[in-house]
């Protein structure tokens, strides 16, 4: 399949490019090269298409985009409590963003940053590449970096990443798409159905969002998509956790069964009729559902984007795992090689 390069502007004489890949099913994704975000996701729907993740339609937004919508994250996803980590006997101190925490890796990090690219149109993908310098989000180590997008004649969106660094640090890399399947200018994702394969999440302490260490159980709690259910159906509750972060914003602790990849969430719109399908073979995934996104820019269409109008299935290591001994180690040993990969499969 062809892949289309399109001009999308420029950030200090250097030129930023969307490409656009499609299968012989009808979906269409939209990347830029700018943070390896994934701008637009087309899905055939009654005899149209629909665009069903968040984004912005020019670069300026990008540059800005304070809700992350669409970006690769890293060298580290989510939190790090007060931006303090140690290793190799060192202390590093990261930058803190978020409630004296550090969010995304800070400024700096990979959602911020220009790729280069190559494409591949017989296997029909984009694979951006990054060679992040020692300490240039305070994190340890030279790493070159690689995350490829996939589209299949199975439905699939592969998003697969590699990493690798000279020295021990930090590898945790994730994708912050929004996702509505009613499409990016419906007004409530909420109405989506949730099925997450997590009989465990880790509770978080506060506003500030950072896990007590606990492993707790979401029998009789808000907390329980083991049946599938409707996001809004417990949204609401008095229940200290959602009172906390606003709605979800906690990482949900995958039951494994096997090592690698293996089905473990399932998103659906009574109105599309559209499902999608999570993949993955993390320990984790971060369910957001999106409460504090308005405020920031016009979004695609001149769509204003409101609170709880997408979600986010963020594939990953715990939050501040790092600083949390009975958490999985996002530790990447000097030499050795990171891989992960995430698959959204779209059935409609």
Known sequence: MKIEENYFGLVDDKTVFTYSMSNNNGIKAVLTNYGATLVNLYIPCKNKKIDVVLGYDNL??????????????????NRISKGEISLGNKQY??????????????????????WDVSINEDENYVEFYHYNLDEEQGFPGNSKIKVKYKLTEKNELVISYEGLSDKDTIMNLTNHTYFNLSGHS?????????WLKSKYFTPVKDSKSIPTGEIKSVKDTPMDFTTTKKIKSQINEKYGQLEFCGG????????????????????????????MEVYSDTP???????????????GKENIV????????????????SINIKNFKSPILKAGDKYESMTIYKFVY
């Open 60 to 77: 300026e937004n990008y540059m800005i985009n304070p809700k992350f919508f669409g970006a690769t994250i890293g060298p580290n996803c």
């Open 93 to 114: 101190n990261l930058e803190q963003n978020d409630n004296e925490n550090n969010l995304h890796s800070g400024e700096k990090g990979f959602h911020n940053v220009i």
């Open 186 to 194: 419906n007004k409530d994702a909420t109405n989506q159905e949730l």
């Open 248 to 275: 979800y914003d906690h990482n949900f602790i995958i039951d494994k069964e096997k090592e690698g990849i293996e089905k473990i969430a399932k998103l659906s719109d009574e109105n599309t009729n559209i499902t």
């Open 284 to 298: 984790g995934v971060q369910f957001y559902t999106g409460n504090f996104i308005s405020g920031g820019p016009v």
């Open 305 to 320: 984007y409101e609170d709880r109008c997408g979600v986010c299935l963020e594939t990953q290591f715990f939050p501040n």
